[in-house]
């Protein structure tokens, strides 16, 4: 389907209903929610094309499903929940809670490659967030990520995702989301144009992030584990990040492999697997595999 077709009849629509009036109180965003409840936001994805490379394959092998496709719809929906759901459960969102949301909204600003009303939106709400610079509460923070205007918004499908959602309710969602963020935002720091790039700055906004507005506590206090080194990253290397975060993802997928939690139709696996990517491999002489690393940073 052609994308400068759909954009130029979605913008045919919205001027039709402005000049003939036919809608009261007509707003740009019923239009894109109905637009993104039909999953029409391709041309959406369209910025996402760096980092869905030439792999994007549905496998199903055995009834199990190994998918290498990511969707804008996913990555909003996740943001949407974040800020709709996870965030407003803190009572108090003072002091390093505070610092860790400042930090958290200013690394999406930076690094999120969203669409221009979300990025928009973001920004509206960092300065919102800013002038309550004593804290404020999860109420409060609520009814600030529920303002949006035509031109700054982000969109509520009432959290449904696209490649992120599970074989049940209670399987992938919103953890599927927030890894493909965390990891997009680490692929999307290298390829801007800074000369020198911060390699420590997402992964340690993700951490405080996940330290004080993540639900599972569990999890929050394995992953504290798992970056416990975080400050010994080699900031030469603007790949850093990128490979650090592989690793923790893949050592998190090996810990909870056949745990209770695991959706058996989208098993934890070692990423990328020799369907994905063969010559991210290297076998040993005991037969072992163990991943090419400067291989697989290309196929990240």
Not at 33 to 58: C, D, G, M, P, V
Not at 66 to 76: L, R
Not at 162 to 186: D, E, N
Not at 198 to 225: D, Q, V, W, Y
Request: with cysteine.
């Amino acid at each position: 389907e052609n994308i400068g077709n759909r954009n130029l009849f979605n913008y045919a629509i919205r001027s039709y209903i402005r000049q003939r009036k036919c809608v009261e109180n007509f707003d740009d965003r019923d239009l894109e929610e109905i637009i993104l409840s039909r999953n029409a936001l391709k041309n959406a994805e369209t910025k996402l094309i760096s980092y869905k490379n030439s792999a994007q394959i549905n496998l199903r092998v055995n009834n199990i499903i190994i998918n290498q496709k990511i969707s804008m719809i996913d990555f909003e929906t996740a943001l949407s929940y974040m800020f709709r759901r996870e965030i407003p459960r803190i009572q108090e969102i003072r002091g390093e809670a505070y610092d860790a949301l400042i930090h958290w909204l200013v690394v999406l600003i930076k690094y999120f490659p969203g669409r221009e009303p979300v990025m928009n939106y973001l920004k509206e709400l960092l300065s919102t967030v800013k002038e309550q610079s004593n804290g404020l509460t999860g109420k409060q923070f609520h009814e600030l990520a529920d303002l949006n205007t035509t031109s700054s918004y982000l969109p509520n499908n009432n959290f449904r995702y696209k490649y992120c959602a599970g074989s049940s309710p209670t399987h992938r969602g919103y953890p599927c989301g927030l890894w493909i963020l965390f990891h997009t935002l680490t692929v999307s720091q290298v390829q801007t144009e800074l000369v020198q790039i911060n390699t420590i700055e997402i992964p340690s906004a993700i951490k405080k992030f996940l330290k004080h507005f993540f639900g599972c506590r569990h999890c929050c206090e394995n992953f504290m584990k798992e970056t416990k080194d975080i400050n010994q990253l080699d900031s030469n290397n603007k790949y850093a990040a990128i490979i650090y975060l592989w690793e923790i993802h893949n050592r998190v997928n090996k810990r909870l492999h056949g745990d209770i939690t695991e959706d058996l139709q989208h098993p934890k696996i070692q990423f990328p697997p020799k369907s994905l990517c063969s010559n991210c491999h290297l076998t040993n002489k005991n037969g072992d595999s163990n991943f090419d690393e400067s291989t697989t940073l290309k196929f990240l």
